[in-house]
């Protein structure tokens, strides 16, 4: 069985970096944006393979112009287009597209899945998204963070993010986050959607579950939600309707928070239910910012994956 042979690194999930790995990958980030097109390009020659097996806009385009910045070039493998959406086993799969791409970024349901093809192939596997982790997507909002609260925002301490909604994917990658940086986070989601327990511990205490979403928002510099039924889980969704129906980001919501907090949304946004048209389109929302820099943290993350910078 040919397993990895080269040194390679994944990012499976935010702790994959340590603490000053993922500071200096913000503020590289930040350099990338003030380079706009312009820069090294360290990707030259190299091709990353996007494999996506749901639907996504930002994450995909992000990737694609980031790998076309960077001087190399990227490639959809969408389900429908490739031999896994028939059976491939995902080791073989693996183990062939390595031998062509340089980097391997997934979209898929179990994370499971993401992890055996990080086994297999001997290129850098990026997370793009699974049912547990939305790692690639926190990158972003951090440069986000530091963009309205300082470089020094998530380092100096006393940074408090507050989480309204379902503890899914989004919430679980911003646990991760708050495990290496120490910021206050404080989750507030019905009962029976709680984001993993472990990664609740994981944080240390800083990490806090509550059922409140103004007990949640209470102060925060940030105000973070996202949709209540996430790719999956559509026949959820009108159940999920009556139970979050509490748990919207409104702009009484927003009073409860800093004067200077913004609000975030990964996006695609459902306004009207996680989220209000008000705030979306008011002075305190930063998500098109936010998705802005799905770009340029990326670029930053494929250079340290591909470049060891
Ligand atoms: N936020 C995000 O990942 O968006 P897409 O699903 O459009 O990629
Ligand atoms: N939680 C959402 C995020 C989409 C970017 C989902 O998984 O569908």
């Known amino acids: 069985m040919a397993r990895t042979t080269r040194t390679k690194r994944d990012f499976l999930r935010v702790t994959d970096l340590d603490r000053s790995e993922l500071l200096e990958l913000i503020e590289r980030a930040a350099e990338w944006k003030l380079l706009g097109k312009g820069g090294p390009r360290p990707l030259e020659r190299m091709t990353i393979g996007l494999v996506f097996e749901k639907a996504s806009t930002r994450t995909r385009v992000s990737f694609e112009v980031a790998a076309y910045q960077l001087g190399g070039n990227a490639m959809l493998l969408s389900k429908a287009d490739t031999q896994l959406g028939r059976g491939e ?77 379902d503890g899914n994917n989004m919430a679980n990658s911003w646990l991760e986050a708050c495990a290496l940086l120490g910021f206050d986070l404080r989750i507030a989601c019905p009962e029976g959607y709680d984001p993993d327990p472990k990664l609740v511990a994981r944080a240390g205490g800083r990490a806090r579950v509550v059922r409140r979403p103004a007990e949640a928002a209470e102060g925060a510099h940030v105000v973070n939600t996202d949709v209540w039924a996430s790719m999956g889980q559509e026949a959820e969704a009108e159940e999920r309707r009556r139970k979050f129906a509490g748990f919207v980001v409104d702009e009484a919501l927003m009073k409860r928070a800093r004067p200077n907090a913004i609000a975030l949304h990964c996006l695609p946004a459902h306004r009207g239910e996680e989220i209000t048209d008000a705030v979306m389109e008011g002075p305190q929302s930063a998500v098109f910012d936010e998705a802005e820099n799905r770009l340029h943290a990326q670029k930053a993350l494929l250079e340290l994956l591909l470049a060891g910078r």
């Open 89 to 165: 086993p995902v080791p073989d799969t693996a183990r062939v597209l390595a031998r062509y791409l340089d980097a391997l970024v997934i979209r898929t349901f179990e994370h499971e899945k993401l992890e055996e093809m990080a086994r297999y192939a001997d290129v850098p596997v990026v997370n793009a998204l699974t049912d547990s982790s939305h790692p690639c997507q926190v990158l972003a909002d951090l440069l986000t963070v530091t963009e309205r609260f300082g470089a020094d925002a998530l380092s100096r301490g006393g940074l408090s993010v507050a989480w309204i909604g």
